[in-house]
């Protein structure tokens, strides 16, 4: 899902940069010193589950994780992207700094989406709508950064229409498996540990109310 560099136009850089910022400050706002953990935590995931890439066109396709992410971390899940994606580009060359805001913005989004809209069946009683909430937030997530993505590939040109089109449709397979893993991992901690869910909105708390 990482847009490379050189692809984009320095607007669409300029724009991205401006959004990460603002969705950093808002997250790092809301972030108590108990939550710094969970985010390291889910951060490190997200570093590590992206190793895997396989080339399609100007991006690359892996496993994000941002749904989890999202429904783990709400506003948070944009300072713990950016430090993975910076790791990443700084360490392994992945993406590259230039794209960093855009890259960050694009899977932070779809992160958040899914906090808003799936957060009441996330921390619910009900193994039903945990299980469906994190197949959602999987598919969701990935849906959402895509569009994001293809949206910034088709503002910087028309000659990345086509690139654009091919990434919402190099998509559909990671969106299914994303469902599959979120849903497990919801599943899982709602079984180990299921105050980790019902306390997991409280990391957005203070950004929702600050």
Request: glycine share 12%; hydrophobic share 55%.
């Amino acid at each position: 899902m990482h847009l490379a560099e050189g692809v984009l136009s320095a607007p669409v850089l300029a724009t991205g940069a401006a959004l990460t910022a603002g969705g950093v400050i808002v997250g790092l706002r809301g972030m108590r010193l108990e939550d710094v953990p969970r985010v390291a935590v889910m951060s490190s995931a997200f570093f590590v589950a992206t190793f895997i890439h396989v080339p399609v066109g100007p991006f690359s396709v892996h496993l994000v994780l941002n749904g989890l992410m999202g429904l783990l971390l709400g506003w948070a899940a944009f300072p713990a992207i950016l430090i993975a994606l910076t790791l990443q580009a700084v360490v392994f060359g992945y993406g590259g700094l230039t794209v960093l805001g855009v890259n960050t913005f694009t899977m932070a989004t779809g992160a958040l989406a899914c906090y808003f809209a799936l957060r009441g069946w996330a921390t619910s009683e009900r193994p039903d709508r945990v299980l469906s909430a994190g197949a959602l937030a999987g598919a969701g997530a990935v849906l959402v950064s895509g569009i994001l993505g293809a949206a910034a590939l088709a503002a910087s040109g028309r000659q990345f229409y086509g690139e654009a089109a091919l990434l919402l449709s190099g998509h559909a397979a990671l969106m299914a498996v994303e469902a599959l893993v979120t849903a497990a991992a919801l599943r899982f901690l709602y079984r180990v540990r299921p105050e980790t869910l019902r306390t997991a909105a409280a990391v957005s708390e203070g950004a929702s109310h600050g």
